[in-house]
């Protein structure tokens, strides 16, 4: 077989294993809409408070475990792996789970996805002040990312990925090399971050050639302060952030809608 249909054929079968997967997403997900009342009654009934109690802990480990990656947890997952045969009192598993994680491990378990069911697990994200834009102890990437949605905040709230790029080449930081502290830093924004849900990279309809453009994620959204993303901006340039009279506002309205949700 020649090394072009061997290419051909490996892409084939990789979009085939993605398609099982997505399938076996939507049986998963597709029991969960097929639960009645009565499943649920004889569930509370077969189970003890200790086994879903059990339960309960399984689902937290399981979440803490894959939000080490930061990748966005899907409740089909949560099905097929920890819940199984407990389905029918899913719901009432999950509640428990949102008040361990906010009263033991001040974390907040947000649905950022309802039709598809996708949690995140957040912690809220704050610029170390005083340091190196490029630097935090434990996680160099943070300075990198707070960089980016700096730069798409001030910016209106989308940029073209020039601006991204031009604006790290002047930190120093190439995103056509390989650099010390993050690697391959394209890699690092347009796959890492956005499989995160820290930004969404899209490309911009009608160019030739192709353009893409950066906007804030989900997960941005929910975990980051714009108020003190600003603060953040304003010590960079030695400026009051209240100077930026329209980001003021914005980051204003965004942590008063923060506070009320």
Same mark, same amino acid.
């Given at each position: 077989?020649?090394?072009?249909?061997?290419?051909?054929?490996?892409?084939?079968?990789?979009?085939?294993?993605?398609?099982?997967?997505?399938?076996?997403? @939507?049986?998963? @997900?597709?029991?969960?809409?097929?639960?009645?009342?009565?499943?649920?009654?004889?569930?509370?009934?077969? $189970?003890?408070? @200790?086994?879903? +109690?059990?339960?309960?802990?399984?689902?937290?480990?399981?979440?803490?475990?894959? @939000?080490?990656? =930061?990748?966005?947890?899907?409740?089909? &997952?949560?099905?097929?792996?920890?819940?199984?045969?407990?389905?029918?009192?899913?719901?009432?598993?999950?509640?428990?789970?949102?008040?361990?994680? +906010?009263?033991?491990?001040?974390? =907040? *378990?947000?649905?950022? &996805?309802?039709?598809?069911?996708?949690?995140?697990?957040?912690?809220?994200?704050?610029?170390?002040?005083?340091?190196?834009?490029?630097?935090?102890?434990? %996680?160099?990437?943070?300075?990198?990312?707070?960089?980016?949605?700096?730069?798409?905040?001030?910016?209106?709230?989308?940029?073209?990925?020039?601006?991204?790029? %031009?604006?790290?080449?002047? *930190?120093?930081? +190439?995103?056509?090399? =390989?650099?010390?502290?993050?690697?391959?830093?394209?890699?690092?924004?347009? &796959?890492?971050?956005?499989?995160?849900? $820290?930004?969404? $990279?899209?490309?911009?309809?009608?160019? #030739?050639?192709?353009?893409?453009?950066?906007?804030?994620?989900?997960?941005?959204?929910?975990?980051?302060?714009?108020?003190?993303?600003? +603060?953040?901006?304003?010590?960079?340039? &030695?400026?009051?952030?209240?100077?930026?009279?329209?980001?003021?506002? #914005?980051?204003?309205?965004?942590?008063?809608?923060?506070?009320?949700?």
């Amino acid at each position: 077989m020649s090394q072009r249909k061997k290419a051909v054929s490996a892409s084939q079968n990789k979009t085939q294993r993605r398609s099982q997967v997505s399938l076996d997403e @939507d049986d998963e @997900d597709a029991h969960f809409s097929q639960i009645t009342s009565s499943q649920v009654q004889r569930a509370r009934e077969n $189970y003890t408070s @200790d086994q879903i +109690d059990r339960k309960v802990a399984e689902v937290v480990q399981f979440i803490l475990i894959k @939000d080490q990656k =930061k990748i966005p947890i899907r409740r089909a &997952d949560i099905g097929k792996h920890v819940i199984k045969e407990y389905k029918a009192i899913y719901t009432e598993i999950m509640n428990r789970v949102f008040r361990k994680f +906010d009263q033991v491990f001040g974390l =907040k *378990l947000v649905e950022i &996805d309802s039709k598809n069911h996708i949690y995140i697990l957040i912690n809220k994200l704050e610029p170390i002040h005083g340091e190196p834009v490029n630097m935090r102890p434990g %996680n160099p990437k943070t300075g990198l990312l707070f960089v980016i949605l700096s730069v798409i905040f001030m910016k209106g709230g989308v940029v073209k990925e020039n601006t991204v790029w %031009n604006t790290l080449k002047k *930190l120093r930081v +190439d995103p056509g090399e =390989k650099h010390d502290e993050f690697g391959d830093v394209k890699k690092v924004v347009t &796959d890492e971050f956005v499989r995160q849900k $820290y930004l969404e $990279y899209v490309k911009i309809p009608h160019t #030739d050639p192709v353009e893409c453009e950066f906007r804030w994620g989900l997960r941005a959204e929910k975990e980051v302060s714009k108020l003190k993303l600003l +603060d953040f901006v304003g010590e960079l340039f &030695d400026q009051d952030p209240q100077s930026w009279t329209q980001q003021f506002r #914005d980051a204003s309205a965004a942590e008063t809608s923060s506070q009320r949700s």
